[in-house]
C-alpha cells in the first residue's frame, strides 16, 4: 500500500498554525542612479515562501503582517532588505558592482565564500532541475555543467551515466558521488551483467534518482580532486553536493508558506530517431535460403525462391500464395493489394480471420503504430515556517509516468521533512528526513532480447505487418500468444511463435515489476563555543529495501519463468568535527579558518535471487513454487564494509587577495589486507585575486588559481580472500565451485593525483564573466582482474596495475548583450574538452577487454589509445587514400562485398568536446530560456545496423534507384545501389581492389569501375554476412534543443483578494528537436544502461519530444 499524504490532514494542521496577522503591503521599486521604475524585482517577505514580482512599472502590492522585514532583489542590483513600517514604501536599488561574497557549499557541506576557493565548483539551482522535469533528476543537468558528461539509456525510468572529467578507473567504478545535505548517499543501479553488454534485461534506474528535485534547493558540482579530497576514498570521480530546501526561522515572528505545484507533460517518439521501415516487400529472406520444415513438406508444398510459399491451404486443389511469416526478415515477395494472402492472421483457429485470405495491401498500422502517448504527471505540496527559534519545512511529491511500451509506468512519492530548532545562544539541532517509495511495472526490455520489441523493429522483423491486428488478437481473443511470426505453414506446430511473440502479448504478460522502499535522514547538533569556534555533531542513514520481480508466460518464445531478487542496502556515516574562523591584524588583514574531523562510515548490503527452473506449472501463477523442476539455489549476496577517516583542513587569508588552503585525510578501510589498510590523501590550493590592485571600468573581479591533490578508491568488497560458491546439490551432495576471479590479500588502494589551473573574470559590473580551468590527472595502482593461466584454476587474478591519465581544458561563461527597463536577455555557456589516455596496464598486455557484445565487437582499454576503444574486424584500406577496399562479387551473387581485414580499434566512445548554451529573457513578467545542448565526436557500435541492413528491413533498401530501376532487381537488370547512393548513411565511398599485394603486403592494383551493392535478398553488401563490424561504427555528435520553457508571473493586481501570494503559469518542452545528428534511424545518445560499458546500441528505443505545463501557487 501507498502510504499517501491526506489533503484533509494537511488543512487540519494548517488551520492549527496561529497566523500572524496580515495587511496588503503596496509600493514602487525604482533604479537609485536613473529614477526609473524597475519591473521583475522579486519581492519577499523574509523567512517565508511569500513572495511577488513587481510590475511593468515597478509596482508591487504584497500581504505582509506589519513590521515585516521585506527583502528586493534583481540580478545586477545590491539586495535590499525593508522594514514594512507603512502600507506603502518606495524603494530605491543601487547597480551591484559585483557579486564578490557568493556563498557555495563545499566538502562535507560546509558553506564558503566562492572568491576564497582554489578549485573549480559549478552551481545550479534547483529551479533549473524542476523546470523541464525529467524521471531522472540527473537528466536535467545535462548541458548546464561543464565537464560533466551525463549519458541516459532512453528508458522508462533508466539509469543515466554521470562521469565528471573522463573515466579514471579501468574496471572499477567511474560514476560521480552524489551527497544530499552531507549525506553519501547511494547511486547503484543493480543492473545484470546481461543489461551492461546489451543480452537482455531491464534497466533499474539509479539509485539517487530517488532524490525528489521539488526539495533540491541548489546543487554544487565539486569536480577535481582538491575540492573532493575531503571524502577520500570515494572521492576520485568527483561529488555532486545536493543542498535541500527548508524552513527559516523569522526574528520572532511566525510564519507559514504553503506552496502548491501541479504539472503535466506528454511525449511522443520522434520519429528521425527511429527505424524508417521499406514499404515495399514483405516477409522472407529471399533466393538461398529457406526453412527445411517447408521444403520437405509432403504434398503440393513448395518454397519460391525464399519470398512466398506456395500451399493448397484451403483444399480447393490449387496453391495459395502463404507468406512466409515464420521468417523474420522483409526479402519477401512484392506487396500487391491484387494478390490474396495467407497470413498469420489466417493460422489460428481461434481468430475470425483463421482460413481466410486477405488482400496483400500494407496496413495502416505499423511499427509506429505501437508506440502509445507518454504520459507524465508530478503534483507537490509544501509548508514551511518558523518562529523565534524553530524552522521547519514539510513536503510531499507524487510522480507518475506512463511510458510509451503498453503497460509501462512508474512511479514515485517522495516525503520530506526538515526542522531546525535553536535551544540556546549556542547549540542549534536540526534533523532531516525524507522517505521515498518507488514503483515500476513494465520497464522497458533491453539489449538483444525478445522482451525488447526494437530487436525486431530495428533488426529482424516483417515490416507489412499489422500492428492493429496483432493488438485486437491479443486484447479480443483471450489474451493468448498470436504471434506475427509464427512458424507457419508446413511446420509441425504451426501456430507456436518462431523467433518473437505478439507484441501485446510480450509488452503486458512478460513483464518485471520493482518496489523500493527509502529512508534518507541526518541529525545535527551544533554548538558554538565562542565566536570563532563551533563544534558539530552529524549522524546520517541511508537505507532501502527493494525487491524485483520478472515474469515470462507459458506459450512464449521462451521457457516460461518467475524470479524475484529482494536486495537491501544500509550505509550510515557519524561526523564529528570542530569548525573554527578567526580574524588577525589592526584590520583583520589575516584570516585563518580550519577544521578537524572523524568520519566512521558503515555499509551492508544483502541480495537474495531465486528463479524457477524448466518452467511453470500452471499458466498464470507467479511464485516459486509453481516450477516445473525444482529451482536452483538461490543466488545470495552479502558483504559489508567499515571505513574510518580522520580529516582536516586549514585555509588562510590576506587582505580578500590572497588564499590558501591545505586539506588531508586519512582512511582506515575494511576492504584493503590490514598491512595496507591505511591511506593518506591531501591537497593543497591557493588563489589570487588579481583585480584587487587594478583600478579598472570594466574589469570588476578577477582571480587566478591553482590546486593540488591526490584522492583515490579502496578495493571492493570482499576481494581479498578466496571463497568457493556453493551450489545445487547433486544426489545429496553438496556442490562448491572456485570463483573465476582469484582474489587478493596485497592488493593496495588506488591513487589519483591532480592538477589544476584556472581564472575567473567577470566584466562590466558583472554583466559578463567567465571560468577556465586547466586540468591533469593520473589515476595509477588501479585494482583490476588480470588474465592469468587457467592452469591456476581461475582465469582472472585482482592485481594493482594500470594507469589512466586524463587532461582537459573547461570554460563556464555568461553575459547579458541586452538590459533595459522592461528587458533582460541572458547566454550562458559552458563547454569542455577531455583527453583520456591508457598509459599501461598488467605487466606487458597491451589490452584489456572492458566488456564483449554481439556483433563480434569489444570494447576495451588499449595502451595509447583513449578509454572505451571499439574493437572489431576493420576495413582494408587504401594505403594511399584509406578509403576501404571492396572486390566483385557480382558473378557469384552480391555485388560490391567489403575485403575484411584485421581485428583492431574502429573506433572510440570519447566526444572530441561537449557544450550546452542556455538562453534566458525575461519580458515584464514573462521569462523564457531555451537550453542546446551539444556533443562532437565520439562513436558508437551499432547492432540493429549491423543486423537490420541484412534483413531488407530498411527504406533504402526498397523502391527505385538513380537510374530509375528497382533496387530490389539483379544488378544485371539495372537494379542495386550505387556508393554514392548510400553515403548519407555515413557509409565511405570504397575503391575496387583484386587482392594482390607487394612484398610487404600492401595492397596493388587497387582502382577500376566499382560495382553495385546487392539489395536483392539477405547478402545484401552490409549486412551481417559481410562481416566487417567497422562498417556499422557511427558518429555520436549531436546539437539538441534539449530544454525550453516559458513562464507566466500573473501580477500581484490580477489576483485581487485571493489568498495567494503568486501564481506563475509555465509551458514546457524537452528534447524537443535535434538541430543535428550524423547517423540516421536512431538518437546518437542512446544506449543500455549506466556503467563503464557505452558506445553500444542494440534495439535502441526512439527518443520522445515531450511538451507540457506547470502550474505554481504559493499561499
Known sequence: MKNKLSLWSVLLFVLSVNFAVAQSVSGVVSDAASGEPLPGVAVAQKGTNNATLTDFDGKFSLNAEKGATLVFSSMGMETQEVVASSDFLQVSMEAAASQLDEVVVTALGISREKKSLGYATQEVDGAEVTKVKDANFMNSLSGKVAGVNIKSSGTLGGSANVVIRGYKSLTGNNQAL???DGIPISNATGNSGNVARGRGGYDFGNAAMDINPEDIENISVLKGAAATALYGSRAANGVVMITTKSGKANGGKKTLGITASTGITVGRVNESTFVRHQNSYGPGYGRFYGPSYITTAPGDSTFTDGRAQAVDVNGDGNLDIALPFGEDASWGIAIDPNLDVYDWESIFPELPTYGQSKKYALPDSRAMSFWEQSVTRNNSFAIDGGGENTSFRLSATSFDQKGIVPGSNIGRDNVSFSGRFNASDKLTISAKANYIQQQGKGRYGTGYDSRNPNQSFRQWYIVSTDMAAQK??????????????A???????????HYFDNFYFSALENFATDVRDRIVGNVMAEYQINEWLKLTGRMTADTYSELREERIAVGSVDVSRYSRNNRSFTERNNDLFLNWNKYFGDNGDLSFAGMLGYNQRRTSFQSIYAATNGGLVVPGVYALSNSVAAPAAPSETAYQIGVDGFYGQASFGYKNFLYADLSARQDVSSTLPVENNTYFYPSATLSFIF????????????KVRLNWAAVGADAPAQALVDAYGIGTPFNGVTLASAPSTQNNSS???????STEAGIEMKFFKNRAGLDISAYQSSTYNQILPAQVSSATGTFYKYVNAGQIDNQGLELSAYVTPVKTKDFQWDININWSRNRNTVVELFGDSESLILGSVQGGMNMVARVGEAYGALEGTQFVRDPESGAPLVYDWSNSRGGARYWAGDYGVIGNIQADWRGGINNSFSWKNITASALIDMQMGGDFFSLDT???????????QAGTNAAGNPIRSNLEDGGGLTFAEVAYLGIETPKLWDGSTDADGNPTNVGGELPDLWMNDYGTSLGWTNRVQELHVHDASFIKLREVAVTYAVPTAALGDLPVAGVDISLIGRNLAILYKNTEFSDPEAGLAAGNLQGYQSGAYPSLREVGFNLRVKF
Open 691 to 702: 583585480s584587487e590592485f587594478i583600478d579598472s571600468d570594466v574589469l570588476e573581479f578577477g
Open 178 to 180: 552524489f551527497v544530499v
Open 946 to 956: 549491423y543486423y537490420g541492413y541484412g534483413t531488407g528491413v530498411y527504406d533504402f
Open 487 to 497: 512458424y507457419g505453414y508446413g511446420a509441425a506446430a504451426p501456430t507456436k511463435p
Open 472 to 485: 485486437d488478437a491479443y486484447m479480443n481473443y483471450g489474451r493468448k500468444n498470436y504471434s506475427w511470426n
Open 747 to 753: 592488493l593496495l588502494p588506488e591513487r589519483t593525483e
